[in-house]
């Protein structure tokens, strides 16, 4: 995971030039999935980031479920989660949100490792399937076989807990240099969400930053190769009210000695 100033595009040897388009290689966005199987929400989906340069895009839908339904998963997740809160081996300080690492079955070797930090998983609790057979079909993704086999979960208890720039670029993922997809639902207290392009440090005003403003049951995709050539945030707010945010991903290395997964955003149509 790539952190703020850490290491501009020719230093993690980044291509600057175009990719290929989303028609040379078959990628298709999840709006795209989505309208194909017919979801009724289909239309509602933005795309506030579309660089088709460099083949990196971030979706949003407004949610369009209950509060009764939101604040009932809220619960259910603060509650049956085992929260935990790693020491940062750089700072020496507890990392600034609560944090945990799910995956499905057949996945439990897979630790999540970050920026020196080792998180172990946890199976898949029956609430994690009801709150994905919400919202994956929002996505397109209406088969189980469909669906991302892992998810990290964050807690912010209040708005001076955040989360600094950085990429999803881990090699579990393979989204240094791979098309992948990133599925993100949002719960409670509403936080602003920004990407920038990689390289560019803080308060340097020559390219854009994109901002969203995520709310309770707010729907956000990462998808192409956004963590190849973007970074992302959560910064700190002036608010005192939690927000948990789950991250779908699809574990594509497994430890040595186990067998590859597949990550969907790969197959072509």
């Known amino acids: 995971k790539r952190q703020r100033g850490a290491s501009p595009e020719l230093a993690r040897g980044v291509n600057c030039a175009a990719e290929q388009s989303r028609g040379e290689i078959g990628l298709r966005l999840l709006k795209e999935l989505a309208v194909e199987k017919n979801n009724p929400h289909a239309a509602k989906w933005e795309y506030p980031l579309m660089d088709e340069a460099k083949r990196c895009f971030a979706g949003f839908m407004k949610c369009s479920i209950e509060p009764e339904s939101l604040k009932g998963f809220f619960d259910r997740i603060a509650k049956g989660t085992t929260w935990g809160q790693p020491v940062d081996p750089r700072s020496g300080e507890p990392i600034p949100r609560k944090t945990a690492w799910m995956v499905l079955p057949g996945y439990n070797a897979c630790t999540y490792r970050y920026g020196g930090v080792d998180v172990e998983p946890q199976e898949f609790p029956d609430w994690m399937v009801d709150l994905m057979q919400v919202y994956m079909p929002l996505c397109g993704l209406s088969s189980r076989e469909e669906w991302p086999n892992s998810c990290n979960l964050n807690l912010y208890e209040d708005g001076a807990m955040s989360v ?91 430890p040595e000695g186990q067998a590859q997964a597949v990550d969907g955003a790969s197959k072509k149509p």
């Open 164 to 254: 600094g720039w950085h990429s999803d670029d881990e090699k579990l993922f393979g989204g240094r240099w791979n098309d992948i997809r990133i599925i993100s639902v949002s719960l409670g207290q509403a936080r602003t969400f920004e990407l920038r392009e990689v390289g560019i440090e803080e308060g340097a005003d020559s390219r854009t930053k994109y901002r969203m403003r995520l709310g309770d049951g707010d729907l956000c995709t990462m998808e192409g190769l956004t963590q190849k050539h973007y970074q992302h945030r959560v910064p700190k707010e002036d608010i005192s009210e939690p927000r948990i945010n789950l991250t779908w991903r699809w574990i594509r290395r497994r």
